[in-house]
């Protein structure tokens, strides 16, 4: 570090590194991309809003979605930090965007100093990157941490450390719930979205869309949707307008996304589910599922996510490295659920082309599936021991379920 005055820290990187301690110890500037970013906007882009969200699911659905109504709105913005481009090559371009819609991971917010929001969201905050962070608590306090930087916060209702985080904060509080919403809340009043938050009276109820018109219309799907729409209600845009965006928008690839339908039995590609959070509300939307679950738990513990989905399953394919967290779950909880272990055969290459592996996960799963069912890839654990990544791991469950199930003239 001798002859440094700054140093640019990728996010990943934890204070107690070395290099780190040894920068601390120097007195050099440290900063993240985020807050050199807001260092150059004033000047490139003068006026420029930036609102934020975090959570442990749902994050990039959110910005997605909030990004493509404000543009709807008429309103230049783009998704950007955590997902897509970076903050500062938004800040950069020759767009000049007017809004940037920043999706910030716990790693991101631990170091973020100067950076401020319009308004800033919490989705959710359950166990996730423990490993990382040292204890939940922290995790949860940093996830917080992004409303130090804000004005106004969405917070979802139904979480109770969102509630928790939200109640030691100052400034305009909105929730959203997937309740009927009391005055200054967000949510649902039958099969209407409904803003009580917004509008000129908070006694009467401005509506922003009907349940079916978000898809997919499950609870988390619908919980983003509300966080989308106050996010974009804080910037000024109208009600009509987000219900047009939320009627022609659709999650990205690896999300409860459906692979094939065959005999009775739906083929589910929900790889982006990589922690329990995200599992148990996947698994909970459907009745009957024979999940494909296991990888890197990154600290996690499985004991809440199994005992709220384990009436649901029908049997368990089991991979990875932290599998039998979820084996002794399922074993003390509800031994009756038939496990099955898929090892990769010896001299596996997670970056070959070759299929085996994942043909042979989906060959115990066909095995075990019965119609009425639902094979379900959400494996509430990281990829990167087996997989290149959540992408890669959710396309190879694509290629093999459509080579190995949808071979007959009745798959659709």
Request: proline share 4%; aromatic share 6%; net charge negative.
């Amino acid at each position: 570090v001798d002859g440094l005055s700054l140093i640019v820290i990728s996010p990943g990187w934890k204070e107690s590194h070395p290099l780190i301690a040894k920068a601390q110890a120097a007195g050099i500037r440290l900063v993240n991309e985020i807050d050199l970013a807001w260092s150059f906007r004033a000047e490139l882009v003068p006026g420029q809003k930036w609102i934020a969200l975090t959570g442990t699911n749902g994050k990039t659905t959110t910005v997605e979605m909030a990004a493509a109504m404000l543009r709807a709105g008429g309103v230049s913005a783009i998704a950007c930090g955590n997902v897509g481009t970076t903050v500062l090559e938004s800040v950069e371009s020759a767009e000049k965007y007017e809004v940037l819609v920043l999706e910030l991971s716990s790693f991101q917010l631990h170091w973020i100093r100067e950076a401020t929001f319009v308004a800033a969201s919490v989705l959710n905050i359950a166990q996730d990157h423990v490993d990382w962070h040292g204890s939940f608590a922290e995790y949860a306090r940093v996830k917080g941490s992004i409303l130090d930087r804000a004005s106004t916060g969405i917070f979802n209702a139904g979480d109770p450390e969102v509630v928790n985080q939200a109640a030691h904060w100052q400034g305009r509080k909105v929730f959203y719930t997937l309740q009927t919403p009391k005055p200054g809340e967000i949510g649902l009043v039958e099969d209407l979205l409904v803003d009580r938050a917004f509008v000129a009276d908070p006694m009467e109820a401005a509506m922003f869309c009907e349940l079916n018109e978000v898809q997919p219309t499950a609870p988390h799907s619908v919980s983003n949707a509300l966080a989308a729409a106050g996010l974009a209600r804080a910037i000024g845009i109208d009600n009509e307008v987000i219900r047009s965006a939320i009627k022609k928008f659709r999650p990205g690839r690896h999300r409860i996304e459906l692979v094939l339908e065959q005999n009775g039995i739906r083929w589910i590609d929900d790889s982006k589910a990589t922690n329990p959070h995200a599992a148990q509300a996947s698994v909970m939307s459907e009745l009957s599922v024979v999940w494909i679950a296991g990888g890197l738990a990154k600290g996690a513990e499985m004991n809440e996510l199994i005992a709220q989905v384990g009436s649901r399953l029908r049997a368990v394919v089991l991979i990875g490295t932290d599998r039998e967290l979820i084996a002794h779950e399922l074993q003390s909880n509800f031994p009756n659920v038939s496990v099955v272990r898929v090892d990769p055969k010896p001299g596996h290459d997670r970056s070959s082309a070759d299929n085996n592996f994942m043909n042979q996960i989906v060959t115990e799963a066909k095995h075990l599936a019965q119609s009425g069912d639902a094979v379900l890839l959400a494996p509430a654990c990281a990829s990167m021991d087996q997989f290149l990544s959540y992408g890669d791991r959710g396309d190879r469950f694509a290629k093999s379920v459509r080579e190995i199930v949808g071979k007959n003239d009745n798959a659709r």
